[in-house]
């Protein structure tokens, strides 16, 4: 760790899962941005890289002991960013049983274990905040005629699990509000990364706003759940998308 003992002491501190996507690393960036002291947790961190507010941490964050080793480590803990998530694109006649148990490890047992140990620092430090990343497709399924033959379908898992991760929110939120660890989610839509010009079309031709999301639309809210200043907001799901779930 290459940060002074005074001042990791005194600096807040946030942990990102998935630290090392596109999401991440923009979430990563702008809680250092606001002063926080961030553990970036991927697992695998090439090209990330560790700085006096940064510590990467490589984790499997699906592998209870590993998680509970690595937040031996973690103390006065103000914010969990449960942002670690993954799909598959095979066919649902095609899946197996193993893409669908991964999946469902990473993006409901991933953010579990995180925010169990989570809550046991938090509610010995007076407070905390815990962020989980769901999806608008934890709300509505996916729209097969915006894909076309792209190859990249969303699949049923994944909405599957995004469904958890919101009920998992209001579960955390309603069993430790009064620890004073508010936990709410954020279901982006589509966030542009270089998909096809026909899928980009297609989205945006379904979006009120017209456009797909860029990371930086997501940031606002998050900055406004992790605030001081949000203390009385818990167990919402706050859609990013553009209007997509509008009509």
């Not at 947790?41 to 509970?68: M, P, W």
């Amino acid at each position: 760790m290459l940060v002074s003992s005074e001042g990791f002491y005194m600096k807040k501190k946030a942990i990102v899962t998935g630290a090392n996507g596109k999401i991440g690393r923009t979430f990563v960036e702008s809680l250092v941005a606001k002063g926080y002291f961030v553990y970036a947790v991927d697992l695998k961190t090439e090209g990330l890289k560790n700085s006096e507010n940064v510590e990467l941490v490589q984790l499997d964050i699906t592998d209870e002991e590993s998680v509970h080793d690595f937040f031996l480590s973690v103390h006065n803990l103000s914010v969990l960013i449960n942002n670690a998530g993954i799909g598959v694109f095979t066919p649902f006649e095609d899946r197996t049983a193993a893409e669908f148990k991964k999946v469902m490890e990473v993006n409901l047992l991933g953010s579990f274990l995180m925010s169990q140990s989570a809550v046991k620092i938090m509610k010995e430090g007076g407070g905390g905040k815990i962020v989980n990343i769901a999806s608008i497709y934890g709300s509505t399924s996916s729209d097969e005629r915006i894909y076309g033959d792209s190859g990249r379908n969303n699949s049923e898992v994944y909405s599957a699990t995004k469904a958890g991760v919101i009920n998992l929110t209001k579960y955390m939120a309603a069993h430790f509000g009064k620890y004073n660890i508010q936990t709410n989610a954020i279901s982006p839509g589509g966030i542009y990364n270089q998909q096809s010009i026909d899928f980009v079309r297609n989205y945006a031709y379904k979006t009120p706003m017209q456009r797909m999301g860029n990371v930086e639309d997501l940031l606002s809210t998050l900055l406004y759940l992790i605030s001081d200043d949000t203390a009385y907001t818990n167990g919402q799901n706050i859609s990013v998308d553009g209007g997509f779930l509008a009509w």
